[in-house]
């Protein structure tokens, strides 16, 4: 892997090829895999689909669409109730209602397995989309409602939680100060819940969607990461930063694609960071490609690389998983395939592809396959190397051969395709 030309940036195009049906395998047999779509199809969606075909009537778009709408449509009403009480200058009860009501649907769509996903399969990730819309309307309705109220010092003290958590919750500073983010999140979290029994009556209104969210927080960390999925891991520190984690798959079912939170206890007991997942399902351990770059990320990288080749045992706590891509690759009509990735970001490409191939080999149709990588730099192709030799194409190059060229550099790092 030699080069004489140095590029600020290296475009890696790989998997062009025409795929060749196997000759023994069963039609369909692709489809026996360890995560049924059975198991993971939103009941929304089950409810509108043709089970003898497993092809929703509903794309799977709709249900977010639906549900942005009626976000949209709640907030108008919201907003009615806050101008009429405005206007008639002395409703502060029904200020305070639509306050409180707002406050709670803050708590109702934050769980990571909340009833919005189970019902129309809108994933974790986007729910947290319409937590932030319901937080804006929960402040601006406060800020009405005190407006009367303002003697009530415990009124004053949640709405001042709901600001500064408000600010502090901005993408600069998330992202810049995640620390700083999640700390003051929960301090402005316990505030509210433990003023809203002082403030007249909106505890009643503002406890149930806490409650939902409390008994998903049981569920996640006490049943899934402590008990049902392993505990012990491996990390082994690789060029450019990056930390691979490893360990048994076990009771563990996933899907192309998702992620996971984990939670390393000898680094931080109650940080739960989001990581893609760079293996496949039909894989019999479960891999994880981290970047160093955050603090916490940082010691990760330092803890592993202490333990050189062999890599360090850690103790971990994980639970998930989460998302997956809104286009279904497991309908048959997708015969041909583009994978783009950038840097860091190829893990969970590596899992959809690997899986797509692990397909194909199993009677799927799939005519062609294209993966697209762009890195910065040569180090994090280094990095994630080994993961791609071990992708099952390499054990027969001839029928789906597989080809790395940077641009301009003028190496190839497998056999290119034949012409």
Not at 189 to 201: K, N, Q, T
Request: with cysteine.
């Amino acid at each position: 892997m030699e080069s004489t030309v140095a590029k600020p940036e290296l475009q890696v195009q790989a998997m062009e090829s025409t795929l060749v049906e196997p000759a023994v395998v069963a039609k369909n047999d692709w489809k026996q895999n360890p995560y049924p779509s059975t198991l993971t199809t939103p009941y929304f969606c089950r409810w509108t689909s043709c089970f003898w075909a497993e092809k929703p009537l509903l794309p799977r778009t709709l249900p977010a669409v639906i549900a942005f709408v009626n976000v949209q449509l709640l907030l108008v009403a919201m907003g009615a109730i806050g101008l009429t009480a405005w206007a008639s200058g002395s409703d502060c009860r029904g200020s305070g209602v639509a306050s409180s009501y707002a406050t709670a649907l803050v708590f109702t769509v934050v769980p990571h397995n909340s009833l919005v996903t189970f019902l129309f399969g809108v994933p974790f990730e986007r729910c947290l989309e319409f937590h932030k819309v319901f937080a804006v309307g929960a402040l601006a309705s406060s800020t009405v409602h005190m407006t009367w109220c303002s003697t009530d010092l415990s009124g004053w003290g949640m709405l001042a939680a709901m600001i500064l958590g408000t600010v502090l919750s901005t993408n600069y500073v998330r992202r810049k100060f995640f620390e700083v983010f999640y700390k003051f999140h929960w301090v402005m979290f316990l505030l509210v819940i433990g003023l809203a029994p002082l403030h007249y009556r909106c505890h009643i209104y503002i406890y149930p969607g806490v409650l939902i969210w409390f008994l998903d927080v049981l569920y996640r960390y006490f049943y899934l990461a402590m008990h049902r999925y392993p505990k012990d891991a491996i990390v082994f520190a690789l060029p450019a930063d990056v930390v691979r984690l490893e360990f048994p798959k076990g009771k563990f079912g996933y899907r192309p694609g998702q992620y996971v939170f984990i939670c390393i206890p000898a680094l931080a007991y109650f940080q739960w960071h989001p990581m893609s997942i760079s293996s496949s399902p039909h894989q019999e351990s479960v891999s994880i490609h981290i970047r160093a770059l955050g603090d916490w990320t940082r010691k990760l990288y330092d803890m592993a690389k202490a333990g050189g080749a062999q890599g360090v045992k850690i103790h971990m706590l994980f639970e998930g998983p989460y998302g997956e891509p809104m286009i279904d690759l497991d309908n048959e009509k997708y015969k041909s395939v583009l994978l783009i990735s950038g840097g860091i970001g190829i893990t969970p490409m590596q899992s959809i592809c690997n899986n797509l191939i692990y397909q194909e080999k199993n009677g799927r149709k799939l005519n062609k396959l294209w993966f697209v990588w762009s890195a910065a730099d040569r180090y994090i192709i280094d990095a994630m190397w080994d993961g791609v030799k071990r992708l099952p194409v390499n054990d027969d190059p001839a029928r789906l051969p597989l080809s790395f060229q940077p641009d301009d550099v003028g190496i190839h790092l497998l056999p290119a395709a034949p012409p």
